[in-house]
């Protein structure tokens, strides 16, 4: 009962923060599938699960091939066994620290229950200026980014009004539309969808012409991935001063870690008893929500910047609202 009233408020804060978009028919936090149905101490898609390590609990998520590949170096285990076998074995041998350390180095999603800290702005401004003027009347949104908190927030401009140009890689194709098709429909159904190799010159080209075109860029990958296609900060705000680039990632955009919604939502502590997971891969649609509030708070403020926009800082924020 406990949770469910969690639940309820963080529907309701969730609601709250998306009504100037105009979306209110949203299932803002459930993707295709029912929470009710699922394992404890798995989440909801089985994908990720809550696992005791010496001296702590931790989050794995083992939702891509490469991750599932990289478990016996990682964990230092027999390569021929079981990804999910060797991860209840041998976690409980080894400390939290050195889990993340060496999951950082190889890529992989792991999380510390609880932590990320609650306090301060859940989502944070870099690069910030103001007095921008913005010319014409329709805004332009570049979505290139994957999976759901940053199609959800360029989703709810698109639903505000905005123009959404979402780019797919030909190379690194969203799984979204094979994996959550009903999701896929309302957060990306509206926005005209523009198909680009970017392993390509011409590729990178033209996303360069896009964005700096744009009122409002929407990416998902680390800093680290978005240099390898030219987007860097200062030579992306050079090219175009008054852009708003909402940067999604897992533990935010000075970090090198990667994280999806369920792990995020384990390191901010937004979790129930047990400890378990609590809904489903909650930090990605409270992050797409708080990320897309903001871009619209800068532009109504004739602003523009970074927004580093942090899984699991905004599931630290939430846990902390409905604790």
Do not use: Y
């Not at 060797?86 to 939290?96: G, I, K, Q």
């Not at 991935?225 to 050079?238: C, H, I, Q, S």
């Not at 939502?265 to 937004?270: D, F, P, S």
């Not at 602003?303 to 604790?323: K, M, N, P, S």
């Amino acid at each position: 009962m406990r949770d469910a009233g969690r639940l309820q408020r963080i529907a309701a804060l969730a609601a709250e923060w998306a009504a100037p978009f105009g979306a209110q028919d949203w299932p803002l936090l459930q993707r295709d599938i029912s929470v009710g149905e699922r394992r404890p101490g798995w989440s909801v898609n089985g994908n990720s699960r809550m696992v005791k390590a010496a001296d702590g609990w931790m989050a794995v998520t083992l939702a891509r091939e490469e991750d599932r590949a990289g478990v016996a170096a990682w964990l230092e285990g027999d390569a021929g066994e079981a990804p999910w076998a060797a991860v209840e074995r041998l976690m409980p041998r080894r400390d939290c620290a050195m889990l993340i350390e060496r999951a950082t180095w190889m890529g992989l999603p792991v999380a510390r229950l609880g932590e990320v800290a609650a306090g301060g702005e859940a989502v944070a401004v870099l690069h910030r200026r103001g007095g921008v003027a913005r010319e014409g009347s329709s805004l332009r949104v570049v979505d290139m980014s994957a999976l759901w908190a940053g199609p959800l927030c360029a989703g709810l401009l698109g639903e505000w009004g905005a123009e959404v140009v979402r780019v797919e890689s030909l190379s690194r194709p969203d799984p979204t539309p094979q994996t959550s098709p009903l999701l896929d429909a309302r957060i990306n159904g509206g926005k005209r969808r523009l198909a680009l190799d970017l392993t390509r010159e011409d590729g990178r080209a033209a996303l360069a012409e896009l964005v700096a075109g744009a009122d409002v860029l929407v990416t998902s990958a680390r800093a680290r991935g978005l240099a390898g296609l030219g987007l860097r900060p200062d030579e992306v705000f050079a090219a175009n001063p008054a852009l708003i680039w909402v940067a999604v990632t897992g533990h935010g955009w000075a970090s090198d870690r990667v994280g999806f919604g369920d792990d995020a939502a384990v390191a901010g502590g937004l979790v129930s008893d047990g400890p378990d997971f609590l809904g489903d891969a909650l930090a990605d649609p409270l992050t797409g929500v708080l990320a897309a509030r903001t871009a619209l708070a800068m532009l109504e403020a004739g602003e523009a910047g970074l927004v580093d926009a942090a899984l699991a800082r905004c599931a630290a924020h939430v846990a902390e609202l409905v604790a």
